[in-house]
């Protein structure tokens, strides 16, 4: 669903990178209270992987396909705020280096698939697991439900962004119709792709998925005839959890080199619900060349290397590796700043880290 360069008009485009900045604003302060150290590095990884998951088209109607936003997992596995950023490091990455996106509609791209996706899907997964039994099933349960109603909602933001701004003479109810009807098959597979690798991450770390924390009943005890929670115990296997943490992301770092340098080759090749729609409906008439149409890894490929599957593979690992780079620098970052909020000097002076600059 990624918006191409003259698509939308220059003004609704402004305001939407007015949009987009501010919700990239209140995501960097709220992914401090979400990052600690074991989950920032965790954030850096899942940038990396929607990377290569956003490479694998799939089919989903005769000559259309669709692929991974990312929205869903990305809240479900390190928070909303932290999800926000994690999609629109993916973004950043795509339109800058491989002409995915265009560069004038970064901030329509990130208000969609960034900023919409992960707001609604984290609302409806936090809605549902509040009423299904406290479980790892029921937490898998919830991320297919988010992230399959996402989509449509990503379609429909689109579509109301369209009917504002949209630069060709297009019957707004034609677009809804078209987008909304081939996302809602595109949500499937995300659905799908999503509650699979959740349900992964929770088998091996359940207490580094932001989704499932507190999932645990508290211990109780029997005191004087009345049922009291057990005190808290200090884990005594840190450097094994440790090994563990380290373990698991070594491995999904590994998945997502193999899937976009390996597996990505045999993505389907025809055109994503936006491009099909935006060609059968003339939306596409007033598109502009990208303007980083001459750099060496457009269109997810190194330039001068003739080989379509070298030259795929290359990318598509060159991808991730950037990717995985600026994700981890911009969430280190992050968490540095929340060890210095709740540092001895700012607690001796009783400064609240959530207010101070």
């Keep these: 669903m990624h918006v191409p360069d003259g698509f939308i008009d220059a003004p609704t485009s402004a305001v939407t990178g007015v949009v987009?900045?501010?919700a990239l604003?209140?995501?960097?302060?709220?992914?401090?209270?979400?990052l600690d150290e074991r989950t920032a590095p965790l954030a850096g990884l899942v940038a990396a992987?929607?990377?290569?998951v956003q490479m694998l088209n799939f089919p989903v109607a005769a000559g259309t396909s669709g692929h991974l936003l990312g929205g869903a997992l990305a809240a479900i596995l390190v928070g909303p705020f932290t999800g926000v950023l994690c999609v629109s490091v993916v973004l950043l990455m795509q339109g800058v280096l491989f002409a995915d996106g265009?560069?004038?509609a970064l901030g329509v791209n990130i208000t969609d698939m960034a900023l919409v996706t992960t707001v609604v899907a984290y609302a409806v997964f936090r809605g549902l697991v509040k009423v299904l039994p406290r479980?790892?099933?029921s937490v898998t349960a919830a991320s297919f439900a988010a992230a399959l109603v996402s989509v449509p909602a990503a379609a429909l933001a689109f579509t109301l962004l369209y009917w504002i701004g949209g630069t060709t003479d297009v019957a707004i109810g034609k677009v809804a119709t078209a987008m909304i009807g081939v996302h809602v098959l595109i949500g499937v597979g995300e659905a799908a792709i999503t509650a699979l690798t959740v349900g992964a991450v929770i088998a091996v770390r359940p207490d580094l998925v932001y989704g499932a924390r507190g999932l645990a009943r508290k211990l109780k005890l029997?005191?004087?005839?009345?049922?009291?929670?057990?005190p808290a115990v200090q884990p005594v296997t840190v450097p094994a959890a440790t090994r563990s943490h380290r373990k698991l992301w070594i491995t999904g770092l590994v998945a997502s080199l193999v899937?976009?340098?390996?597996?990505?080759?045999?993505?389907?090749?025809?055109?994503?619900?936006?491009?099909k729609v935006a060609a059968d409906q003339g939306i596409d008439k007033k598109a502009e060349e990208h303007a980083a149409a001459?750099?060496?890894?457009?269109d997810y490929g190194v330039k001068d290397v003739d080989d379509a599957r070298l030259s795929g593979g290359l990318a598509g690992v060159i991808g991730v590796g950037v990717t995985v780079v600026a994700g981890s620098a911009v969430f280190w970052a992050v968490r540095r700043r929340r060890t210095h909020d709740v540092s001895p000097t700012h607690i001796g002076t009783g400064t609240d880290p959530d207010t101070s600059a």
């Design 135 to 137: 479980s790892r099933r």
């Design 294 to 298: 001459g750099s060496p890894l457009a």
């Design 20 to 22: 987009a900045a501010g």
């Design 49 to 52: 992987f929607i990377f290569a």
């Design 222 to 230: 029997r005191v004087g005839g009345e049922l009291v929670d057990a």
């Design 25 to 34: 604003a209140v995501s960097l302060r709220g992914a401090r209270r979400e």
């Design 259 to 275: 899937l976009a340098g390996f597996v990505s080759f045999y993505a389907s090749a025809s055109p994503d619900g936006l491009e």
């Design 102 to 104: 265009g560069l004038t």
